[in-house]
């Protein structure tokens, strides 16, 4: 702790000052003071405050029972602001738990002094029910941030609606000044959303929420109605509607910075609909340098509506295997595409598709490749014309298939030439 503690204060001259010039006055009053480590007592609020700070809130609890002054300095209001409560059960989690005493303490001392606060929670049903009773304890908080995480499905899916309802209308009531809120993998629906709306929408800035099965596209759209400071919003696609952009894209709403799509398919051959570009066109005529991720995690049969028209994607990502002709389709009508991840394709050649990317993507900055197959000299070809702009490069070794230019130990020098610094391809772990 004290070798942090030294690197965090050398790293700024100025920081060193005001703590030696506040160390000296923690020094007895007396001209025999004798040393600063008989003085303890007397270091000033604001130097404990800093050391607190540095420190794991297991070490603060055992430091606030060395006198009352720094008891005193570990109830700060300072030091409460930011919080996370982890809450698991020992018999299904390897994560540490906050301790329960240390829980009724907040609520009883800190619970108006909470503005950054996040829940994490394993897949137990007893810890997600553990983390509403707080939220329903919160009626004197005034949040800024809330973040709901699960690290393990179902959690919080598995409780009554109501009951997670009642206690996260709670914090949406009384805080009156949210401008973060994650809840993925929640059941939040259509009328909380009204409730949040209501008493924070003049606040509310990032909302994440994919994976929310009782929200309807008419509340999502409430809120982006309402709320017009929204720059950043995440959801599954079947949320995403012509609507949705559009409102995203009126007047009075602010520019939006970050829109994250999630494309998930919950049963084989699921439908799914269309997105006009006329929509997409509005949206970025109103915000040109948004950034729009899309996640896919689809069956090949399932790609049939999307990559017809240009569409603005900038981040895109496949989890499962891709078809040769979906990526064709991303390199004519993804033009504005800066980071492209392949998952998986199979054993058909990509080099015309990714050729086909180089020239069309001109922002692209960013590749990976896993389970695919790309002969050496159409990679060498496309690294040269993307050229030093490829910032990241993550090719498997496997993906690579000699031909009668490059062998595998050519093609790391050549890739180097293009990219003006030394790059080799993963290699897969042996364990």
């Keep these: 702790m004290k070798r942090r503690l030294s690197r965090d204060i050398e790293g700024s001259s100025s920081s060193c000052e005001e703590l030696m010039e506040v160390c000296k006055r923690a020094r007895h009053p007396s001209e025999h003071s004798g040393d600063l480590a008989s003085n303890w007592a007397w270091i000033p609020q604001e130097v404990l405050l800093r050391i607190f700070q540095y420190l794991p809130l297991l070490d603060r609890a055992f430091a ?18 930011c919080f996370e409560f982890e809450l698991t059960q020992p018999a299904s989690s390897y994560l540490k738990a906050t301790h329960p005493d240390l829980i009724k303490q907040i609520i009883k001392r800190h619970s108006n002094h909470l503005q950054y606060v996040s829940f994490k929670v394993d897949s137990s049903t007893e810890s997600a029910e553990a983390a509403c009773d707080i939220l329903s304890q919160l009626v004197n908080c005034s949040l800024k941030t809330l973040g709901l995480i699960s690290t393990a499905r179902p959690s919080f ?15 949406f009531v009384n805080s009156k000044s949210l401008s973060s809120l994650k809840i993925d993998d929640t059941p939040v629906d259509d009328p909380s959303l009204k409730v949040l709306v209501a008493n924070n929408s003049d606040t509310l800035k990032l909302l994440k929420m994919s994976s929310c099965p009782h929200v309807s596209p008419a509340g999502i759209l409430c809120v982006a109605d309402q709320c017009h400071g929204l720059r950043e919003l995440a959801l599954n696609y079947h949320l995403l509607s012509d609507e949705l952009l559009l409102a995203l894209s009126s007047e009075k709403h602010v520019h939006l910075e970050h829109l994250r799509i999630d494309v998930v398919s919950e049963n084989p051959g699921q439908q799914f609909h269309t997105i006009k ?25 399932e790609f049939g509506p999307f990559f017809r028209d240009e569409i603005p994607v900038t981040h895109l ?49 960013a590749i990976g490749l896993g389970e695919c197959e790309v002969s050496c000299s159409a990679f060498v070809e496309f690294v040269k014309m993307c050229g030093r702009r490829l910032s990241q490069l993550s090719i498997m070794e496997e993906v690579l298939i000699p031909d009668h230019k490059y062998s595998l130990d050519e093609i790391h020098w050549e890739v180097s030439k293009h990219l003006g610094r030394v790059w080799f391809p993963d290699m897969m772990p042996t364990w």
């Design 64 to 81: 606030s029972q060395v006198c009352r002054g720094w008891n005193q300095a570990f109830h700060m209001p300072e030091l409460w602001r």
């Design 157 to 171: 899916m598995e409780l009554p609606k109501s009951h997670f309802i009642s206690a996260l209308t709670v914090v």
């Design 277 to 301: 570009k006329s929509s997409w066109d509005a949206m970025v005529r109103h915000s040109p340098k948004f950034n729009l991720v899309m996640y896919f995690f689809l069956y090949e049969e």
């Design 317 to 365: 990502y496949f989890g499962r295997s891709v078809s040769k002709d979906v990526l064709g389709r991303v390199g004519m009508n993804c033009p504005r595409l800066v980071e492209l991840v392949v998952c998986a394709n199979g054993l058909r050649p990509l080099d015309e598709e990714l050729i086909r990317i180089a020239e069309r993507c001109k922002q692209l900055s």
